[in-house]
């Protein structure tokens, strides 16, 4: 069974940063699109961001200039730099991978189990 294991989630001041690591057990990381969205309380889950095999990134405006998403291939795994952090920031993170890419969310095949990044004022 796939698992997407998660890391680097935490308490942080705004204007703080944070790593979040994602490293995909079995051998899904290179045929897929590796990502995260994140869903914060009363709201529906949103993506964040994603990148292709091939380096290719999108971010939600909402994070463009703040945080960076990268993937290292030979240790199959993908990092979110977040910067600049905000109290609306604040939600459970979760790395998700996909076939055919992360959008609509009914294209992800496999979540990790979720990582909460809370940012004070």
């Known amino acids: 069974q796939v698992q997407l294991v998660e890391s680097g989630g935490g308490l942080v001041q705004a204007g703080g940063s944070l790593r979040l690591s994602c490293t995909p057990s079995?051998?899904?990381?290179?045929?897929?699109?590796m990502g995260w969205y994140r869903q914060a309380p009363g709201k529906e889950r949103e993506l964040v961001a994603s990148?292709?095999?091939?380096?290719?990134?999108m971010y939600a405006d909402s994070v463009k200039g703040r945080f960076a998403i990268t993937r290292d291939n030979p240790k199959n795994t993908v990092y979110l730099q977040m910067d600049s952090l905000k109290p609306e920031d604040t939600a459970v993170y979760y790395c998700a991978a996909g076939r055919m890419g992360l959008a609509p969310i009914r294209n992800v095949n496999y979540w990790g189990q979720g990582t909460q990044v809370t940012v004070s004022s």
């Open positions: 990148i292709t095999r091939g380096g290719t990134t």
């Open positions: 079995g051998s899904i990381f290179g045929g897929n699109v």
